[in-house]
């Protein structure tokens, strides 16, 4: 729990809190800009917020950088730490004196908090758990219809992933998105590698016409191997594994050499285009066409001229290179036809046979690495589907039960802080979208009502620890409701803050729970800093 904040620029120097209930107080004017909302904001500060710095920065203009030293209390034990205005992004811890001891990141230090106050397995930031229930007037969470609206723009979906991972459900369904990630990684990958042709593109039809040729294949080899005798003797030194590495190196090198001549003709026919126009050809244009730009032309076409030479350049190194290539991969070919004469010479005539075993096995190999190519594409998709649909059915399931959940949470708060029968808000909740609907009354005072107990709701129903309620969404609530609602954050275990004006017009019970839970009071003469810049021109 937060125990204690010191500012030298705060009218009562330290400012200590509650272990539950912590009540900023105004005054029976509902006299503005005495420093409630600023006390909330700097609490928010002090859990690791940057609004502050933003939201009131008069507060630093007119009082200059300052800094903070507050007391944290965790199973019995204290712990200090300072944080200025000058740098947002450190917090230093003390000793018992403020002394420093260490820096902090803000970051190690919201880390810290998150420990400390147990959330270790909730799958949030700290700042992300606590940061939408600190409504304090200048944060931008406080649209009664969007709830889980942590600033402007928020999006549903991400609003809906914190939810979940506050109710620490969220990892029901986050292996099957992670799967579904995984899935959709490979099935890009595999795409690009289809485009980029280093694996075969297979369609139903071929995969289903290579199974046939497969089998045909496969009958044929077995028909050679079992009528070998047919054969000269010396057909089994023939199929040896040397030459049918021989074969396929050869056939790679043709593949190589076919792709280069391709290249080398393209290049052959850009160096034999034709050349730029000629005067005698521009002077025959301006005879048709007495108004063209000629001189536009020609600068145009000089600069076409330019670039041609310097392609032609290019063009021609390019040819040189590849016929350099084509050279050696032609020598290696030979080299290869050399090596498989000698390996034929001794037999006798089984050419034919071991040309044909090879054509076969290759066939074969070919055919069935793309069948696996395509089986493997089939349960990439497969997988995608499957999860997909698992994951709508457990996220289905999963934001009904929470749903469910907070409805009835919402009834039975509504029922305990009205005296007249009230229509509570619903909440609606799925894997995409959400929406928080008003009863009929659409009164400022029912929507902010509304607003806090859906707070109310979520601080029960989790394990978030520190809630904050500005006066601002006080304002229109009526009296009889807000004194219920004194009760209702009275009865809570967990630290909260919120801040009041006008407590006279509450029931004397309410009365006394704010008094009593007052950790400052506010008024006209008595403001949280030391100097009133209110009235300065």
């Known amino acids: 729990m937060l125990k204690q904040i010191r500012c030298e620029l705060f009218r009562t120097k330290i400012i200590k809190f509650n272990k539950h209930l912590n009540v900023v107080l105004g005054d029976n004017k509902a006299t503005n800009s005495i420093g409630k909302s600023t006390l909330l904001m700097i609490v928010d500060f002090i859990f690791g917020g940057s609004t502050y710095l933003e939201h009131n920065r008069d507060v630093i203009q007119e009082l200059g950088e300052h800094e903070y030293k ?7 034990e204290p712990y200090y730490f300072i944080r200025s205005t000058k740098n947002k992004l450190i917090v230093y811890k003390c000793d018992s004196q403020y002394n420093v001891v260490n820096e902090l990141s803000t970051a ?23 940061g ?5 007037w200048g944060k931008p969470n406080y649209f009664v219809k969007k709830p889980l609206q942590l600033f402007d723009k928020d999006i549903d979906k991400k609003a809906i992933v914190r939810l979940l991972k506050l109710f620490e459900k969220y990892n029901l369904i986050a292996q099957l998105n992670d799967k579904i990630t995984n899935e959709k990684e490979l099935k890009t990958n595999f795409n690009k590698a289809v485009r980029d042709e280093l694996i075969p593109n297979v369609t139903k039809t071929e995969f289903k016409k290579n199974s046939e040729i497969i089998k045909s294949v496969e009958n044929e080899l077995e028909d050679i191997k079992n009528n070998l005798l047919k054969y000269t003797i010396n057909t089994s030194e023939l199929v040896n594994k040397e030459l049918i590495e021989f074969k396929k190196e ?7 050499k076919f792709r280069l001549n391709n290249k080398r003709e393209r290049l052959i026919s850009n160096l034999n285009q034709k050349n730029p126009i000629k005067s005698r050809q521009l002077n025959q244009l301006t005879e048709f ?9 020609v600068e145009i076409e000089q600069f076409h001229t330019k670039i041609s030479k310097i392609l032609k350049k290019e063009f021609t190194n390019e040819k040189e290179h590849i016929e350099e290539r084509l050279l050696v991969i032609q020598n290696e070919i030979d080299e290869i036809d050399f090596k498989i004469k000698n390996l034929l010479g001794d037999t006798g005539n089984p050419i034919k046979v071991v040309n044909r075993i090879y054509d076969l096995t290759f066939q074969a190999k070919e055919l ?3 069948e696996e190519t395509y089986k493997r594409k089939d349960l990439i998709q497969l997988n995608i589907t499957k999860w997909n649909e698992e994951l709508e059915e457990k996220a289905k ?11 009835k949470e919402l009834i039975r708060i509504n029922d305990k802080v009205h005296i007249e029968s009230r229509t509570a808000p619903r909440f609606f909740l799925s894997k995409d979208r959400y929406s928080f609907e008003l009863p009929k009354n659409t009164g400022t005072g029912k929507a902010f009502i509304d607003l806090v107990n859906f707070d109310l709701a979520i601080f029960n129903l989790t394990r978030l620890p520190v809630l904050i309620h500005d006066s601002f969404l006080f304002k229109n609530i009526e009296n009889s409701s807000l004194s219920n609602l004194a009760k209702l954050y009275h009865s809570h275990k967990k630290q909260t803050f919120i801040a009041i004006d006008e407590i006279n017009k509450y029931d004397i019970d309410a009365q006394i729970i704010f008094k009593a839970n007052k950790c400052l009071e506010l008024d006209n003469t008595n403001l949280l800093f030391i100097k009133d810049w209110r009235e300065k021109s």
């Open 132 to 136: 939408l229930f600190f409504r304090v």
């Open 397 to 407: 399931k999963l934001t009904d039960d929470i749903s469910e959940l907070i409805n």
């Open 250 to 256: 050869k056939e790679d090198l043709l593949k190589i």
């Open 289 to 297: 066409f007495p108004s063209s730009n000629v001189d536009k032309i």
């Open 108 to 130: 190690e230090y919201t880390s810290f908090l998150k420990n400390k106050y147990n959330l270790g397995t909730i799958d949030l930031s700290f700042r992300e758990i606590i």
């Open 70 to 76: 507050f007391e944290f209390e965790f199973n019995g």
């Open 368 to 370: 069935k690495q793309k």
